[in-house]
């Protein structure tokens, strides 16, 4: 009998696990350390641009100022999809240009853009 509750909880552990989609596996990996309820990630297909990452960077900063003063952005992270990721990044989340700001609230996406002014009109707008 003991056996059988052993392979019982076992079969549902294995079959919970399974049940989650590559995509939400992939959200939980990209928002684990998120603060604030909010992350922001850029895709690229190459080492990104200095002068994209500062424009971005400032654009969130005026959002933490003007917009999330209570809550600011702080989790903000920059993958290149031509180095090998441990997840397909371009498939699970349909990248097709470059680069790409994926908004996260809460592990849910509520923004695809392409530049961080697009992100500035999100959060004006809320």
Known sequence: MKKWFVLVVALMLLISGCGQSN????IDYLVNGQTNDVSVIVFSNQDSDREFVE???????????????????????????????????????????????????KNEIVLKATTPDEIVQYFEGK
């Not at 003063?69 to 240009?97: C, G, M, R």
């Open 23 to 26: 995509q939400e596996k992939a």
């Open 55 to 105: 424009g971005l960077l400032k654009k969130i900063q005026d959002i933490n100022t003007s917009v999330r003063a209570d809550k600011p952005i702080q989790h903000i992270n920059f993958y290149d999809v031509s180095v090998e990721q441990k997840f397909d990044y371009e498939k699970i989340f349909d990248l097709n240009t470059y680069p790409v700001i994926l908004v996260f609230e």
